[in-house]
């Protein structure tokens, strides 16, 4: 006799063997739960597939070479998530001012899929606060977020290797961004008038910054590299009172840049303090900073650990707010969790 058999698991049901067919043998409730699952995933499947219009019906866009290219929104504004496929075809670009002048847009969510963003997609989305550029993007055209008066937050992701003339021209609002580490070029005007950004950090890939590309920008008072000097200094017009740092080992580096004090970013771990080694609190150190660095602002970001030195993920342990403080104590208590484990310092 085979029995009949439901699994309540999140994904449904992952059998169901019919009982044999006899006028004595009869299950009604079980019979009723069948029904009850039917009904239940049909109406799942109607979901999806309005919900897969509505969001198809919210842009307009072109195929080309079997992918999509999203050239308009109509939606109603708000926390847009951008789908990955419309049709079943993978969305590989945002065209030319597909999103500009929507002011009601708040948030975007750009799919992995994505890997072009054309010249003024999002220009002037006044309301949009945040962006993250994700890694697939390869291609930025000019002024993509220019004119974003809200935005104050944007990540740049690690495939874009150029970032054009004027993408966050006049953002006034933007008070952090995160250079991602296969940029190279930072062309002219890319942030201009971004006068709200206190801090920039370029990453060891960065070997142009064009003229006037953070020109205006007011508020820059700490500008990190982690490579060597960039051939141009006139990348920070009318930006006054910043102070350079860069990693020790780094070469090009005069003692000023741009007309900016240069100093060396070498904080210190102190191996014979009593605060290193093992302790109550676990394994510890206490990190150093130069005074005349702290004076200026520079600080430590972030303190990671890895179980490999050559390939192992960093994972971020204690992060660090800006601060005059000379010294910082640090403790890991899950220290005795790994078999190994290194500890590194970042700059903002």
Known sequence: ???????????????????????????????????????????????????????????????????????????????????????????????????????????????DSVIRIGAAAFQSCTSLTDVTIPDSVISLGNAAFSSCYGLSHATIGNGVTNIPLGTFMNCGSLSSVEIGNAVTVIESQAFLECSSLPTVTFPASVNNIEPFAFYNCTAIKQIYFKGDAPPDESAFGLVFNAAVFHLPGTTGWDATFAGFEVFPWDPVILSDDAGFGVGTDGFGFTIEMVPRLVWHGCYISVVKASTNLTCGEWIPLQTNTPALIYSISFNDPQWTNYPVRFYSLDMP
């Not at 307009?60 to 308009?72: A, D, E, F």
């Not at 951008?82 to 670009?93: C, H, K, R, S």
Request: proline share 6%.
């Open 1 to 111: 006799m085979k029995t009949l058999k439901f699994a309540a698991k999140p994904s449904g049901f992952e059998g169901m063997h019919s009982a044999p067919e006899s006028d004595n043998f009869k299950r009604p409730g079980r019979v009723k739960a069948a029904t009850r699952w039917t009904r239940l995933l049909s109406a799942w499947f109607v979901l999806f597939a309005l919900t897969a219009t509505a969001q198809a019906e919210d842009y307009t866009y072109t195929t080309n070479s079997g992918t999509i290219t999203i050239t308009g929104y109509t939606g109603p504004g708000g926390a847009v998530v951008i789908p990955d496929t419309i049709n079943g075809l993978p969305v590989a670009e945002i065209g030319n001012a597909a999103f500009r002048n929507c002011t009601g847009v708040t948030g975007v969510a750009i799919p």
